[in-house]
């Protein structure tokens, strides 16, 4: 590793710059930090470096045939040449053995000296088999020696920043200053510590001077490191992957940080012991919500047939970095689709889309994908593009609420000994639609003529749900279909207090019944769809009668009008689906002569009904 540097060769830190885009990238000039963050720089190489291949002995005579070759980051060579007599050598760098290189720094190399000579101490004048250097340096050296019994034995290398996790040094990887590093002896004593040091492409260096055919240990602390690029920290490095390759270029390290050095002859020194770190940088989360009507995508939106479902979209990339190409795929819209777009770290897209299910549909559940590219800045995954995703769903359902109801028989079941009538009306109440529903009080049955309701699986008490057969305790009537049955008893005196409005005794009685239900989940929580109410009428002819005779009984069909006033929404003169009834509407209903004979309101459904006519 040459400690002397190109003349004039400024350190260089990284910078950040905004890009057209708005987002926010790294960028390492060409220098001892290279392209590191990931960004090739387009300019092709130029200048040269150069240096000598020398003798450390009294005479530094040069030594001839040294093949030198300079490696660009992505592996590109120039073409090799050999030392001179004098032991220098030029590296035109636009002379490529094959591709053209691209801008520095380079991984220079040397081969091919006379097998006796060893490489000597690292110095001022002199470094390893492998260095690094930017274009135009003048001074990657490398000094020689005759081994020999007088000759120092020397260890140690470069601890670098393992970039792309590959284990091995590739030339736009930087050097890690402020390591601690400790030799210590076979039984773990602590025999020497330095600090990796070094300036620009030679950053990173260390070594030891130990002593001949003694083991020992050489270990490493990063928390201690300094100057590292893109963020990083010293917690956020990690041992890298060890790599079986060059030894002079991978790292040597086990799990443990540490190097095991073998017993070394006098004068064998080793420059080949590098401590490569790396580490995993957090990829950034992005996320999607598809809601409908303010319903997230862990609910569910109820929506009246007929009516257009609006969705919103939101995508936000919650950082850290950048992402890329950023995509949504809606499975049930296509209009709720977007991008391709970039989103910077905590930028949000938003949108809304509509979708008219089509007629008859229950509902649907929209599913959206939203997928962006990451390039990690190092790493394992450095220089490819990682897919980010994220779904979520929204969830409609488009229910036809609906109940039946028939009053199956109105009967008179006795009369007492003072010619009261007793009546008996069966009723039978159907969900006949797609949702349940609640009907919950009294109030929400309404039989404007029994005076008592009972039967053997029906009971009420006021203020209170009723519970017919299978309705649930919380008034919920499933979804099945299912009927309940119950019965109305009311008593009459037609001879006596009850007459008609003319003061007769009562020869009819016609009853009325109105069910509302109001649509809820199955949990019984409302769903904000409108109430549906259902209402039959029926007729039982009267007459005083003494004890225990009945006598024949004719259910007479009633004179009625009725109807509904509704909200025509798209004006087309038709009851659609969805189109909600108009409460409180006064109606009249007239004679003949213009006179008015009755009057009522229309209930909660919009129905109104005049009957007895």
């Not at 390492?28 to 020398?54: D, E, I, K, P, W």
């Not at 991008?339 to 089509?358: I, K, M, N, V």
């Amino acid at each position: 590793m040459a400690v002397k540097r190109a003349a004039g060769a400024p350190d260089h830190t990284p910078i950040q710059r905004r890009a057209a885009s708005g987002i926010t990238v790294v960028a390492l000039l060409a220098s001892g930090l290279g392209v590191a963050a990931g960004l090739q720089l387009a300019a092709a190489a130029s200048g040269s470096v150069s240096g000598a291949v020398h003798l450390v002995d009294g005479a530094d005579s040069g030594v001839a045939g040294v093949e030198v070759v300079a490696i660009d980051a992505g592996g590109n060579r120039t073409a090799p040449v050999a030392t001179a007599a004098d032991g220098s050598y030029s590296l035109d760098l636009a002379l490529a053995a094959d591709n053209p290189l691209g801008a520095g720094p380079y991984r220079v190399e040397f081969a091919g000296w006379p097998a006796h000579l060893r490489e000597t101490p690292i110095g001022p004048d002199n470094g390893t088999s492998v260095q690094f250097a930017d274009a135009n340096a003048t001074d990657v050296s490398l000094g020689l020696a005759e081994p020999g019994p007088e000759a120092p034995l020397v260890i140690g290398n470069r601890v670098w920043l393992d970039m792309n996790g590959n284990g091995a040094q590739d030339a736009d990887e930087p050097g890690i200053n402020g390591v601690t590093v400790e030799l210590l002896d076979a039984d773990s004593g602590l025999v020497e510590t330095t600090v990796s040091n070094g300036a620009g492409t030679d950053a990173g260096g260390w070594q030891f001077t130990i002593e001949p055919e003694t083991a020992y240990t050489v270990r490493f602390d990063a928390s201690t490191s300094t100057g590292l690029p893109l963020g990083i920290t010293p917690a956020d490095l990690e041992v890298t992957a060890r790599q079986v390759g060059d030894g002079r270029l991978d790292s040597d390290m086990d799990d443990a940080a540490a190097i095991t050095i073998a017993p070394h002859a006098a004068g064998e020194s080793d420059h080949s012991l590098d401590a490569g770190f790396s580490a995993i940088p957090e990829a950034p989360v992005l996320t999607i919500d598809v809601s409908v009507a303010g319903i997230d995508g862990e609910g569910v939106a109820w929506y009246q047939a007929g009516t257009p479902i609006e969705y919103a979209v939101v995508v936000t990339n919650e950082g850290p970095g950048a992402l890329t190409d950023v995509i949504v795929e809606a499975a049930v819209e296509p209009t709720c689709a977007g991008g391709p777009f970039d989103l910077a770290e905590g930028e949000t897209r938003r949108w809304t889309c509509r979708s008219d299910p089509p007629e008859g549909a229950g509902g649907q559940v929209n599913v959206a994908r939203a997928s962006g590219g990451w390039q990690a800045p190092y790493g394992p995954g450095f220089g490819r593009v990682t897919t980010i995703e994220d779904t979520d769903d929204a969830e409609v359902r488009i229910p036809t609420p609906a109940i039946d109801i028939d009053i199956d028989s109105a009967t008179v079941t006795g009369v007492s000994d003072d010619g009261r009538v007793e009546v008996t009306y069966t009723y039978e109440v159907s969900n006949a639609g797609d949702i349940d529903l609640l009907f919950g009080s009294e109030a929400r049955f309404v039989d404007d003529a029994c005076d008592t309701i009972v039967d053997a699986a029906f009971h009420t008490t006021a203020g209170s749900p009723y519970n017919v057969g299978d309705l649930d305790a919380d008034g919920i009537l499933d979804i099945e279909g299912e009927t309940w049955r119950f019965r109305c008893i009311t008593d009459v005196d037609p001879a006596g207090a009850d007459r008609d409005d003319d003061g007769e005794p009562l020869g009819t009685l016609t009853n009325t019944v109105t069910v509302l239900g109001t649509p809820v989940e199955s949990d019984g929580t409302r769903t904000g769809l409108s109430d549906v109410s259902k209402q039959d009428t029926a007729t039982v002819a009267l007459a005083a009668r003494g004890a225990n005779d009945p006598g024949p009984v004719r259910v007479v069909e009633p004179a009625a009008i009725g109807g509904r006033i509704w909200h025509d929404v798209d004006g087309d003169g038709v009851q659609d689906t969805g189109e909600l009834g108009v409460s409180g509407v006064d109606v009249d209903l007239l004679d003949l002569d213009g006179a008015v004979v009755a009057g009522t309101a229309t209930d909660d459904a919009g129905s109104y009904h005049f009957d007895g006519i």
